[in-house]
């Protein structure tokens, strides 16, 4: 790490070489990168990431822009900014060296491709170990380095499926469905950046690099947390889907109101008095049916309808007003856009506006934590496939002029 690093990026002076693509390995190394490490994503050189043609939406390209096509997609915005883009075939041994001088100049490698495959371009751990003995070198798969699953191509849907989360999410008398974002790709590339940090802090120690194995199936199994607990302690089945509703706590789901929905969450028997008295059924507090929370969940069904009969005769608006102040915990159910212009979101400033070269003016979701002294956060827009190619080779690895030009010459760069 060089000595020049600036204070308020915690990552500053570190160097990520980013062999990773679709969302669980871009992830990790944006957190990376908005914590001020330096990212060089590698690409190939004339598809790029996966995720730039997964559109529409696209952001479209701005009057006057050579670039062709409806634009730079949505998905690839929303995961690599703060980062560099070097367009690189492996298929060229120049790019296989290319990738050799790059290690040896960098403090962490980050790749998502299955167990194995980069041994034939000798970019598996044990080449670049050697190369580079300090180098942290981190692998995302599907279902990990070893077990009977590990050569299987692993998809956050296929994890989520066989990994207990589909049984557990959806309506109590629905089928199973998958989380409505690729959960498991995001905590995946979460566990992994933490898991970077703690190698990085090791190093610190003993000067020596490691081998970091992750994969989405555990950090799926992991994440399953209380259920999974009470399933080991119990040692029977979960039980199943609950929708918003809680297997233990009632009530604790999402009513309908005049014009959407509303979350109410009686967790103990005092805030259901709180939610008793909001709703103008004060006798509920003492009704042996629903005064203590196991009678409630006892008689589940009967409350939750009561409860609704209720609740559609006012706007969601109007409920969130009656229990402004009450100490009881509701929320509005809200689609993805009236949460990004929600008054709490722009109070917390987590949307922010890039300039992009060539899109124009762009938004993101900002970097959620805040700290007291570092200012971590989004620095740079997302790139185009291979903007920092010369960068790169000429600056970092001191490749000159003509050389760049022979190696683009063969298809080995873009």
């Known amino acids: 790490m060089g000595s020049t690093a600036d204070t308020k990026l915690p990552l500053a002076g570190y160097r990520v070489l980013d062999m990773t693509r679709v969302l669980a390995g871009p992830y990790c190394t944006q957190i990376l990168g908005d914590l001020g490490a330096e990212i060089i994503k590698i690409e190939h050189p004339t598809r790029g990431d996966d995720t730039r043609a997964w559109g529409p939406p696209y952001a479209p390209y701005k009057a006057g822009s050579e670039q062709k096509g409806p634009g730079e997609s949505a998905y690839f915005l929303g995961a690599n900014r703060n980062k560099k883009s070097l367009g690189l075939s492996f298929?060229?041994?120049?790019?296989?060296?290319?990738l050799h001088k790059l290690a040896a100049k960098c403090d962490i490698l980050v790749e998502n491709y299955l167990p194995g495959s980069l041994k034939k371009y000798d970019m598996d751990?044990?080449?670049?170990?050697?190369?580079?003995?300090?180098?942290?070198?981190?692998?995302?798969?599907?279902y990990g380095q070893t077990g009977p699953y590990a050569q299987r191509a692993g998809y956050d849907v296929m994890v989520e499926a066989e990994f207990?989360?589909?049984?557990?999410?959806?309506?109590?008398?629905?089928?199973?469905?998958?989380?409505?974002?690729?959960?498991?790709?995001?905590?995946?590339?979460l566990y992994t950046s933490n898991s970077i940090m703690a190698a990085l802090l090791a190093r610190a120690k003993t000067g020596r690099g490691q081998h970091i194995d992750v994969a989405l199936s555990d950090c799926q199994t992991v994440t399953l947390a209380n259920i999974a607990s009470s399933c080991l302690v119990s040692g029977e089945r979960d039980t199943g889907r609950w929708g918003t509703a809680h297997p233990s706590i009632v009530p604790y789901k999402s009513f309908k109101t005049k014009d959407g929905d509303v979350l109410l969450g009686g967790g103990n028997d005092r805030l259901f008095g709180i939610l008793c008295d909001g709703l103008s059924r004060p006798e509920w507090k003492t009704d042996s049916r629903y005064s203590v929370n196991s009678q409630r969940v006892a008689n589940r069904d009967?409350?939750?309808?009561?409860?609704?009969?209720?609740?559609?005769?006012?706007?969601?608006?109007?409920?969130?007003?009656?229990?402004?102040?009450?100490?009881?915990p509701y929320a509005a159910v809200n689609d993805?856009?009236?949460?990004?212009?929600?008054?709490?979101?722009?109070?917390?400033?987590?949307?922010?506006?890039?300039?992009?070269?060539?899109?124009?003016?762009?938004?993101?979701?900002?970097?959620?934590?805040?700290?007291?002294?570092?200012?971590?956060?989004?620095?740079?827009?997302?790139?185009?496939?291979?903007?920092?190619?010369?960068?790169?080779?000429?600056?970092l690895l001191g490749l000159d002029g003509g050389a760049i030009s022979a190696l683009k010459d063969t298809g080995a760069v873009r």
């Open 302 to 328: 009967e409350l939750e309808a009561e409860i609704e009969k209720i609740s559609v005769l006012k706007t969601t608006q109007e409920w969130l007003d009656v229990f402004e102040g009450k100490g009881m």
């Open 164 to 189: 207990g989360l589909m049984h557990i999410t959806g309506n109590r008398d629905g089928p199973p469905v998958k989380v409505g974002v690729a959960v498991t790709d995001l905590t995946t590339g």
């Open 125 to 142: 751990f044990e080449t670049i170990h050697r190369i580079n003995p300090s180098l942290i070198y981190a692998s995302i798969t599907g």
């Open 91 to 98: 298929q060229h041994p120049e790019g296989v060296e290319i």
């Open 336 to 395: 993805v856009q009236d949460a990004l212009n929600h008054e709490h979101t722009r109070a917390r400033g987590m949307v922010v506006e890039l300039e992009h070269e060539e899109c124009g003016p762009i938004k993101v979701v900002n970097t959620p934590v805040k700290y007291s002294h570092s200012t971590p956060g989004v620095r740079t827009p997302p790139p185009m496939l291979g903007q920092h190619t010369d960068e790169v080779l000429g600056g």
